[in-house]
């Protein structure tokens, strides 16, 4: 059969051959481990020290995989991208945030989104992180079973009370939002909560989704489980299932805590995992699955799962997700196909998103093949502009 992913003429329609070329430079650095490394720890100290890096910064890593740093400036790449039928999803990611106040600033920018899309095709979700609308101790404490002190209950009860401001603008909005996950020893907090969120507003349809590691073994059952509630009760199950991005903190808190880690022993019991929880969801009407991923063969295990159980490509329960500046020869060819596909937009301060571009830079160095890949892709595609040149 052929791999509609090879088409590189489809997947680097919308890049000029300067950002061809600045694609090219960056994965062949961050492909090398020790650069990566040196790298983040100079940046890290110059941001600290106030030296003057934040245009280097601007003109490599962060225009590579941000928008920009307000959502206005993310307008241009958002049509750009949805000229060929990909969508856009403006990810406010400033991270490592821990005041009230910082808080609160990312449940107005998540509200203001909400209004901001609402009547924009290019963008159909919403997403914030759990950590982004509370402090990560509160989250700890609740997941692993310890009692709040007085001041961290009312903490929590503003988280609550935010996380219940969104998915009341996004059901009113008619604007599905996606929430984030995070590190295992906080996220039961977030999953409760967000289990509650689906029961009010998921009853016609998925409007909140929650998302899935599924390196950690224990979230298929959490999954079927989770769906015997909805269908008791009568709501939606939405769910973006992902592999997990934490996989070597998990391992080192597991082994320094003493606990079974979370995280399943091999690539292929997380791919496994991976497959039977995309399987389970598109097996059943009252599920809606966003396939965050950059997989190719979860991808395509997605696209025949639509075809077997009769699913248009552009069914509103069925979505696949990929992040800006990484595989646009999944994105693009799929969308090229007709398939529901976007791309997660990050965007804000160039020092706030550090933690996030770090994460990207480390992930395409210790991910196997995936940086390889990508300047595959990018040498053919060059080579194929220099003769049709
Ligand atoms: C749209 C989108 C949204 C995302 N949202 C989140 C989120 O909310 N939370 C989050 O944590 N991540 C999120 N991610 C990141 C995601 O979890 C992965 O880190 C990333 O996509 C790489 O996985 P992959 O499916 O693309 O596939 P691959 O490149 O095939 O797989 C790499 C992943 O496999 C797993 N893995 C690798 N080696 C092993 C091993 N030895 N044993 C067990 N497992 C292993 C790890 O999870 C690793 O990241 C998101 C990704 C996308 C595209």
Avoid at 62 to 72: L, N, Q
Avoid at 127 to 134: A, D, H, M, S
Avoid at 191 to 201: Q, S, T, V
Wanted: aromatic share 10%.
């Amino acid at each position: 059969m052929e791999n509609i992913f090879e088409n590189t003429e489809v997947a680097f329609a919308i890049k000029k051959d300067s950002e061809l070329e600045r694609a090219y430079f960056l994965f062949k650095m961050i492909q090398k481990e020790p650069l990566v490394r040196i790298g983040t720890a100079i940046t890290n100290f110059a941001l600290k020290a106030h030296m003057p890096v934040e245009h280097l910064i601007r003109a490599t890593v962060f225009d590579h995989f941000c928008g920009g740093v307000t959502e206005e400036d993310c307008m241009d790449t958002i049509e750009k991208m949805y000229s060929k039928n990909v969508h856009s999803i403006l990810d406010y990611s400033v991270e490592g945030k821990e005041t009230e106040e910082q808080f609160d600033l990312a449940l107005e920018k998540t509200l203001k989104i909400l209004d901001f899309v609402k009547e924009k095709d290019s963008i159909p979700f919403a997403v914030f992180k759990p950590t982004g609308f509370g402090r990560f101790e509160v989250y700890r404490k609740i997941t692993e079973n310890e009692e709040l002190l007085n001041d961290e209950q009312e903490e929590w009860n503003r988280i609550e009370a935010r996380y219940e401001a969104v998915a009341k603008k996004a059901f009113d909005n008619d604007v599905p939002l996606l929430i984030d996950a995070e590190e295992s020893w906080m996220q039961t907090a977030a999953d409760d909560l967000i289990e509650r969120l689906m029961e009010k507003y998921n009853k016609e349809k998925a409007i909140v989704f929650g998302t899935l590691q599924m390196y950690r073994w224990d979230r298929l059952e959490y999954l079927i489980h989770l769906h015997e509630r909805a269908t008791d009760k009568g709501y939606h199950v939405g769910m973006k299932l992902v592999r997990g991005a934490y996989m070597e903190k998990e391992r080192e808190r597991a082994e320094e805590k003493g606990y079974k880690s979370p995280i399943c022993t091999t690539k292929q019991r997380t791919d496994d995992n991976y497959d039977a929880a995309v399987i389970y969801m598109m097996e059943h009407k009252n599920m809606a699955v966003y396939a965050g991923t950059h997989n190719e063969d979860s991808s395509k295990n997605l696209m025949e799962l639509a075809k077997k159980h009769d699913v248009a490509k552009d069914d509103p329960r069925m979505w696949f997700g990929q992040l800006y500046g990484m595989s646009d020869h999944i994105t693009f060819n799929l969308a090229n196909a007709g398939y529901n596909v976007s791309k997660y937009l990050p965007f804000g301060p160039v020092r706030d998103v550090m933690p996030y571009l770090i994460r990207r830079a480390e992930e395409n160095t210790s991910v196997a093949g995936q940086t390889s890949r990508e300047l595959k892709l990018l040498k053919t595609e060059r080579k194929r502009r220099k003769l049709t040149k």
